[in-house]
């Protein structure tokens, strides 16, 4: 893996031009919340952002499994319409294999056990292996076959039943925002973004919140919504930690954020080995722990944050070029 000269790196960027006072309506509308600044990363996460990365998932993991988060690109995936009916559907069918077609097995017996015959019973099993069992198989065999057998994914058909959400690429220093059927929305360098949490109050009262990058230089109607890798509850210090996160993961000055996904790939990435063979860090630090191990290390890891009142980031940089 080489850097490409557009990555972002805190040390040496070029002066970015000042904000646009003059913002029309719909601007200050897309652009509303506090804005994060630039700052020097520390070793702040955001646990709530990992609490599914645990060892018994990520250390079992083939390095080309293509996770959504490696030492090249963060890009999610969002399951297409069709497949969130789809689970709909396969969950019924698992409750029809699980609950009812067993309780007419047992009522095919009843019936065996009081008429002394097996013709009603056979009758009655047979309707319903036809009309319940048979059909519900063909449904949930394919989740069943993903669950039990594991296959290897061929990515390259991604597409057929996901889409990609967006791509922060520490490789090139690019972010990108994508459309239905993996149409590219826009693509421009990480620091042109700004990080802005917006806050919205939900139909309780409480207040839900969002954390996007959204292009200083351009009037987009959509944004990069990072906050989702924390949720929308999460406490505001939280939306920090992520920001101080995703500003190591784009910066090549800087090794990669010490989580679990992203353990299996440092030694690809030059900065983030080089940093580990100078400080001797054990390279399955993660994933030598088991499940309990792991939480009880994430929970520590946030009360210490929390009561220690460790700053969420580190000091701000100013990125824009003197007037």
Known sequence: MSYQPTAYNSQTFTPQPSMNETQNWSER????????????????????????????????????????????????????????????????????????????????????????????????????????????????????????????????????????????????GMVTLYGEHNRKIFSHPFIEFDCILASNPNHQGLLSYRLMLVHRYSDYAQGVNIGSLVGVNAPLAEYRRLWNMIQQYMDVSKPLPDIPMLEQFRELDPTTAAYDQQHQRNPNYWRSMSDEEFDKTLTEMARNQREQNIPPTGPEIDIFAKA
Not at 95 to 111: C, D, N, R, T
Not at 135 to 156: A, E, G, H, M, T
């Open 29 to 172: 509308i897309h652009k509303r919340g506090e804005i994060f600044p630039f700052s020097q990363v520390n070793d702040c996460i955001a646990t709530s952002a990992v609490r599914d990365q645990e060892p018994s998932i990520v250390g079992n993991s083939n390095r080309k499994s293509n996770f959504y988060w490696n030492n090249q690109r963060l890009q999610p995936y969002t399951f297409v319409k069709w497949i969130s009916f789809y689970i709909l559907v396969a969950s019924i069918a698992k409750l029809a294999l699980i609950v009812a077609y067993p309780f007419f097995l047992i009522l095919s017996l009843i019936v065996y056990i009081k008429q002394s015959t097996p013709d009603g019973a056979i009758e009655l099993l047979t309707t319903m292996t036809w009309y319940i069992a048979f059909p519900s198989i063909i449904v949930y065999f394919p989740v069943l076959w993903v669950n039990r057998c594991k296959p290897k994914f061929d990515y390259s058909h991604i597409s057929l039943f996901a889409r990609k959400k967006y791509c922060l690429n520490r490789e090139t």
